[in-house]
């Protein structure tokens, strides 16, 4: 597990300086008022869309995928939402990182914590089933406050970055793991820890196996679900962090704990833990992720479908 970082003088190199000046001009715009935030994060994603054309293009085509009944007008029009969400997102991982306690209690608000204080008086440990939503680093902030838990994370290419994000998020948790320790994980879980786990994006042939998720038959879900599950026997409950309308701050809601689990193979799983995601997404479609290739992975001799 990752504790929290000790800071290094090679991060100050000139090669990091442009990076250095991103992070003082992202501390100086969360200092704002929240719903000056607001409007200037929305008002960025709908710019964004003219220079990332291409994750436009996934994005439309994902929500074609998954929602091929979805009239396109209302699908263009989520689209545009999730471009508004991507550029709060960028506002929100300042606000994450740099807002203190106080000011976050100010602007969120939780419900459904007896889930994880049940579980945590029966002794067990809790794989907290997160989503891939563009409010990730503000509802992770918003449920340590609650409840310190343990975040699970690819470590950064930038080593600033890297020591950035981790230290953000160890404010109000207790450490992280890399994403790829599943013996961290399971030895976590098995000592009554809250593991923040999100199984909803394309690792790759070599961990999936292949499962539905909403309207593709056979999309690449994570093996990781089935043991984790499987050897750890943990509370398995799902949280969705979301934005409310017209900046008025953040809601974090705690899902009641997920009964009977299906074991029987890592397919059997992985096909209701999708279940599980889509159950959040659709709490908050416009704030999830759509912009990145979640149907990339295909069954060998399938064609691409982007």
């Not at 599950?229 to 705690?254: H, K, Q």
């Not at 799983?269 to 999708?274: F, Q, S, W």
Request: some cysteine; charged content about 20%.
């Amino acid at each position: 597990m990752t504790q929290l970082p000790v800071f290094s003088r090679a991060l100050l190199h000139p090669r990091y300086w442009i990076t250095w000046l991103g992070i003082a001009l992202l501390y100086i715009l969360v200092l704002l008022p929240y719903p000056l935030l607001y409007r200037v994060g929305c008002r960025l994603g709908r710019i964004s869309m003219r220079f990332m054309k291409r994750r436009v293009k996934v994005a439309r085509r994902n929500l074609e995928l998954c929602f091929p009944n979805m009239p396109e007008p209302e699908r263009e029009a989520l689209v545009k939402q999730n471009f508004e969400s991507l550029g709060m997102g960028l506002i929100e991982t300042g606000i994450a990182w740099f807002w203190p306690d106080w000011r976050m209690r100010k602007w969120s608000r939780a419900s459904g914590t007896e889930h994880i204080t049940q579980a945590i008086a029966e002794g067990k440990g809790v794989l907290l089933i997160g989503m891939h939503f563009l409010t990730l680093e503000v509802g992770a902030r918003i449920f340590g406050i609650h409840n310190p838990g343990i975040g699970v994370y690819r470590p950064n290419d930038n080593p600033l970055i890297d020591w950035l994000q981790t230290w953000g998020r160890m404010r109000s948790n207790k450490s992280m793991i890399d994403r790829n320790d599943l013996k961290g994980m399971i030895r976590a879980l098995k000592t009554s820890e809250i593991i923040w786990y999100a199984p909803d994006h394309d690792y790759g042939p070599k961990a999936s196996v292949f499962a539905p998720f909403f309207a593709v038959d056979q999309a690449a879900s994570t093996k990781g679900s089935y043991m984790l599950i499987r050897t750890a026997s943990p509370a398995v409950i799902p949280f969705v962090p979301r934005r409310l309308p017209d900046g008025r701050g953040y809601e974090m809601i705690i899902l009641p704990a997920e009964q009977d689990i299906p074991l029987d193979n890592d397919v059997a799983t992985a096909t209701r833990m999708n279940q599980i995601v889509e159950q959040g997404v659709l709490m908050a479609p416009a704030q999830y992720m759509w912009l990145h290739r979640r149907f990339k992975t295909r069954p060998p001799g399938k064609p691409s479908l982007y």
